[in-house]
């Protein structure tokens, strides 16, 4: 590790093979942005595996009343986990590693700004992870050895305090969490720094592609909220280990307090992982419309209104607590307004498909059904945000059915569409079009059949996280189909992963450019090389390579 | 001649470093900004034990000793750009030790809360959000006095020169950033809350 | 000796150079944090590894930049120069017709649309007037349906008093009746141009239709009991009665054109004559 100033060689370079412990070596040791954004994103789907295999057995448990398939405290395990590693380990991860790979290259920069932080700050998301986990095997709970945490995902105090929470569970949730927050920090730094000081020559803040201004209102974001949540979970922390009284109601402290804490952290956080969503939708959707995305400006926009306003919001996630009539007002009225950029958003997707020669390619399929999934999952949020209707509806099934609809129909299908869009890029084959449809169609129905029948649940009084109910409330048959709708989902996922693996046995090798497509990341190799350019672009528009194929008709003359 | 990782658009007076620096300032205030609004929250709510008026005297010399740091941190700066490394090292030798001057008036006088006044951060609510308040801005102190002393080590060592002074410059921004906060503190935790 | 001033940017470039610093730092903090659910020996151990992994980064960073020299890739292996796509890209007009660019070049003025609710309006009254006049023996109780909307905030329930003329349900009755002729007026001249194909059948057939079948579904919810009251058929009559005048008033007026049809010189603001139709 002695620094020098000469250059180095690669290692790789002096010999003829590189063996399986080289090439280990090349990619722990890596700073290369592409390399980096491909271990986050690997890592990523790794964990959605482990997340989705906690949310099939809580389907088997609540597939029929007053089933015994699992025991009441390991449910609680089972929904802590899944939502926690859902959230900060498959969201976080995938959005900071498309973004890593991808914002150099569509900017023309040859590396993001600080390549060991980037390096720092995966192996700090990946040690939080494995911190997480190492809870079955390692925490002394109430229970006896081995036991996750079971306080939720937003870990209410003062169920997390340690008079209710007894042994290390909670705890191996709060450093797993702190640990991979770092993680998400050092991303954000980096990518804002990256997007302001490194676009190549002629790239204006107002031709960055829609996928780096969305990255960039994202970190900023990220910025915002995750060190929120370190200093709640540090001060839980302290009350934990020190005694501190932040949130013990018997020293007088406040545990709402916690939850105005928590979701101040955690409504930007849900916005910091759609927002991305949207980020990859703007560049495949008007690729295979073949048409330019309608209302750049506006989108850009819109983008910055909801991170403002996504600020101001968070106590909808709080009406149940008893804020009072003034609050209620603000963050119901707050919550409304947010709908507006965002509706702006859909409308100009639609108005790009609107005259486009529609491709329906892979990529495609999981973007169209991204707009109406979205829609319905915006409007099931607009009806929450009454806090009347809120009260009725709070903490019941409804409100899973509709951040599912978000994460799942919005953010999912839209990571789906970006892995079969950029796949080829990354590694310069292409992903089976015949499996993708199979990918496509099954997780549709099994989304549908699982989430949609959930919002049903939930109107007709179902509480969430409860173990099992009784067989009288009418809502087996409910039950049943979105248990049902799982193992699709698990069958699609299932296809995708072979896809995957499928498209290393069998390649079928892609050029350049296989969409036809017009950022800048498109005319480099398929995987670019180390440097991403040889000689750093220049661009006189929003769609550089479009101007270079059609010179007579380039975009500077009419943006 | 090292080939640049990318040319920028245009001469950079927002480079690499300040962009970065500014970012993580940002979010380091939002932490902060937690702990702020929790002392806030918490003021007068305090059942028992030691009250903020009862134990709490307004901390002029660590005042005096961490907003005089941040004038001879710019001074140093300033000396450096000039090729100055004489005055450089001057000045940052002084920057380190007010600095330290800060944190131990700040460990005296935690010294006298705990033992004199049996104040601790499970007493009350007051101890609570005080020690986690105090003690993170000093720990960003501790991280800052760091730096600087790095950075005193290579002025002195003649390693860090003229063309250094931008990067110098960062760390002094991350010192000019802990003064602000301990103005916010001050006024949170010695007048606010008194 | 410095080999890259040898090197010209068509052979390679310097990048940052690989390195475990950062992980061995990571490790080190993780550690370190772990020992609060572990032992206290792991303070030691992972504050062991964040220091060295602390030291190598600096020393990756200072006094010069670590970095490696990666060979630029074998021309075969490079991506091939973007060259120009062969034909043209065609470019869609303004006004030339088609599904693919539908825009609203001309549309009917707001004073349209209120000629039409008035007109379509009176012509419902007359209508509900004489059916009710000839099946009831009295011009009123159809006319009064409409206070159904409105008695309900007033506390009041349908009954008898509906067949017959009462001043207070009659002036209910008209205000309901007035407001939303005019406002559909309104919907219908912003709406009508937008809809492909026949303008009277979308306005005069389909949107009475559509918000009949609405009003239908929501009126138990909204008033029980009220549906009883209301003869439907009647009722859909009176829509397309509606529909159709107001439809008929408006698809006769004066257009106006919208600004995107304007040259440019028009649209930023000067003060032109515009003249013929040309696109």
Not at chain 1, 480 to 508: E, K, N, T, Y
Not at chain 3, 68 to 75: L, N, Y
Request: charged share 10%.
């Amino acid at each position: 590790m002695s620094a020098s100033t000469e250059t180095r060689v690669p290692e790789a370079a002096k010999r003829t093979t590189a063996g399986w412990s080289q090439s280990l070596h090349d990619w722990v040791t890596t700073v290369d942005h592409k390399r980096l954004g491909i271990l986050y994103i690997a890592a990523g789907f790794f964990f959605l595996v482990i997340g989705g295999v906690e949310a099939i057995l809580m389907r088997a448990q609540l597939a029929v009343p007053a089933n015994t398939l699992l025991e009441p405290q390991e449910f609680n395990r089972l929904f802590t986990m899944h939502g926690t590693t859902m959230v900060f380990l498959v969201g976080m991860p995938i959005i900071t590693g498309f973004g890593n790979y991808l914002i150099p290259l569509m900017i023309g920069a040859r590396d993001m700004a600080f390549p060991r932080l980037n390096a720092w700050g995966f192996w700090m998301f990946l040690l939080g992870g494995i911190v997480l986990y190492m809870s079955y095997f390692a925490s002394m709970g109430l229970y006896g050895a081995g036991t996750a945490p079971d306080v939720g995902w937003f870990a209410y105090a003062p169920l997390a305090g340690k008079a209710f929470s007894r042994g290390n569970a909670t705890d191996y949730w709060i450093l797993g969490i702190l640990i991979s927050g770092f993680g998400s920090v050092s991303g954000a730094i980096n990518m804002v720094t990256t997007t302001l000081t490194m676009r190549c020559p002629g790239m204006k803040m107002n031709r960055l592609p829609l996928f780096v201004w969305m990255m960039l209102v994202v970190s900023f974001l990220i910025l915002l909220a995750l060190p929120v949540l370190t200093g709640a979970q540090v001060m839980l922390l302290f009350d934990r280990f020190m005694g501190a009284h932040f949130f013990d109601t018997q020293a007088g402290g406040d545990a709402v307090l916690w939850q105005h804490f928590f979701w101040f952290f955690g409504h930007p956080e849900v916005y910091i992982l759609m927002i991305p969503g949207f980020a990859y939708a703007s560049e495949i959707i008007p690729v295979f419309s073949r048409k330019v995305i309608f209302g750049y400006s506006f989108m850009v926009a819109a983008t910055i209104a909801i991170g403002l306003v996504a600020v101001g919001v968070w106590a909808h996630h709080m009406f149940t607590v008893g804020l009072g009539k003034g609050l209620s007002v603000w963050f119901a009225v707050m919550t409304m307004i947010v709908g507006i950029p965002t509706g702006i958003k859909l409308f100009n997707w639609i108005a790009t498909l609107y005259g486009g020669k529609i491709l329906l390619r892979t990529p495609m399929l999981f973007c169209i059904g991204f707009i109406g999934q979205f829609l319905v999952a915006g409007l099931s949020g607009i009806l929450l945000s009454g806090a009347p209707l809120n009260w009725q509806l709070s903490d019941s099934y409804f409100v899973v059915a509709h951040f599912h609809y978000v994460l799942i129909g919005g953010l999912v299908f839209t990571i789906f569409g970006a892995c079969y869009y950029w796949f080829p890029k990354m590694t310069g084959r292409m992903l089976s079009e015949r499996l993708g449809r199979w990918h496509f169609w099954l997780f549709f129905v099994g989304f549908h059949l699982t989430f949609t029948t959930m919002h049903v649940q939930g109107v007709l009084g179902m509480p969430r996280r409860i173990y099992t109910y009784p067989a009288e409330r009418g809502w087996e048959v409910w039950n049943a189909i979105s248990s049902s709708g799982a193992i699709l989902q698990a069958l699609g996922v299932a296809v995708f992963l072979f896809a995957l693996v499928q498209a290393f046995r069998r390649p079928q090798w892609a050029g350049p450019d296989p969409w036809n497509a017009w950022t800048l990341e498109w005319s480099t190799s398929s995987p670019p090389p180390a440097y991403n350019f040889l000689t750093i672009p220049e661009v006189r528009s929003r769609r550089p390579l479009w101007d270079l194929k059609h010179p007579d008709d380039p975009d500077w003359e009419h943006e | 001649m090292t080939q640049p990782l990318a040319l920028p658009m245009e001469p950079a007076t927002w480079n690499r470093g300040r962009v970065g620096m500014a970012c993580l300032i940002f979010g380091e205030s939002t932490f902060f900004s937690v702990f702020v609004v929790a002392y806030l929250f918490y003021i007068g709510k305090s059942a028992s034990g030691p009250q903020p008026s009862d134990v709490l005297e307004f901390p002029v010399f660590a005042t005096v000793c961490l907003l005089s740091s941040s004038a001879t941190a710019g001074l140093a700066v300033k000396a450096l750009t000039q090729s100055n490394t004489v005055r450089a090292g001057l000045a940052l030798a002084l920057t380190v030790g007010l600095g330290a001057g800060f944190l131990g008036a700040t460990a005296n006088e935690w010294f006298g809360l705990i033992y004199g006044h049996g104040l601790t951060i499970g007493t009350n609510l007051f101890g609570t959000t005080f020690y986690s308040l105090v003690g993170f801005h000093a720990a960003h102190v501790g991280l800052g006095l760091l730096m600087l002393t790095l950075v005193l080590g290579g002025v002195l060592g003649g390693k860090v020169g003229a063309g250094d002074s931008e990067r110098v410059e960062m760390v002094t921004w991350y010192w000019h950033f802990v003064d602000a906060v301990w103005i916010v503190v001050l006024t949170t935790v010695y007048v606010v809350g008194v | 000796m410095d080999s890259e001033a040898l090197a010209s940017p068509a052979e390679g470039l310097s990048l940052p150079a690989p390195t475990s610093a950062p992980l061995y730092l990571a490790v080190g903090l993780a550690l370190m944090l772990v020992s609060l659910v572990t032992s206290v020996l792991f303070v030691w151990a992972g504050g062991g590894l964040a220091l060295w992994g602390a030291v190598g980064w600096w020393r990756e960073m200072f006094p010069e930049e670590a970095k490696e020299f990666v060979p630029a890739q074998a021309e075969s292996e490079r991506a091939p120069e973007i060259v120009p796509v062969p034909g043209h890209v065609r470019n869609l007009v303004v006004g030339e017709g088609g599904h693919r660019v539908r825009l609203p070049l001309e549309y009917h003025p707001y004073s349209a649309g209120l000629k039409g609710g008035i007109a379509g309006g009176l012509a419902m009254a007359l209508v509900a007037g004489v059916h009710g006049w000839l099946t009831q023996g009295s011009a009123w109780h159809v006319f009064n349906g409409f206070a159904l909307i409105v008695l309900p905030f007033f506390g009041v329930a349908p009954g008898p008093e509906l067949a017959g003329f009462h001043a207070g349900i009659a002036l209910s009755a008209a205000v309901v009746h007035v407001v939303l002729s005019l406002l559909i007026g309104l919907v219908y001249a912003s709406v009508l141009p937008m809809l492909p194909g026949h303008p009277r059948l979308w306005g005069g057939i389909v949107a009475p239709l559509v918000w009949t079948g609405a009003g239908f579904v929501s009126i138990e919810l909204v008033e029980p009991g009220a549906a009883e009251s209301i003869q439907w058929t009647v009722f859909i009559v009176l829509q397309i009665v509606f529909g159709m005048t107001a439809g008929e008033v408006i698809s006769r007026s004066e257009r106006v054109k919208t600004l995107q049809s304007f040259p440019l010189v028009a649209r930023a603001g000067f003060e032109v004559d515009i003249e013929g139709d040309e696109l």
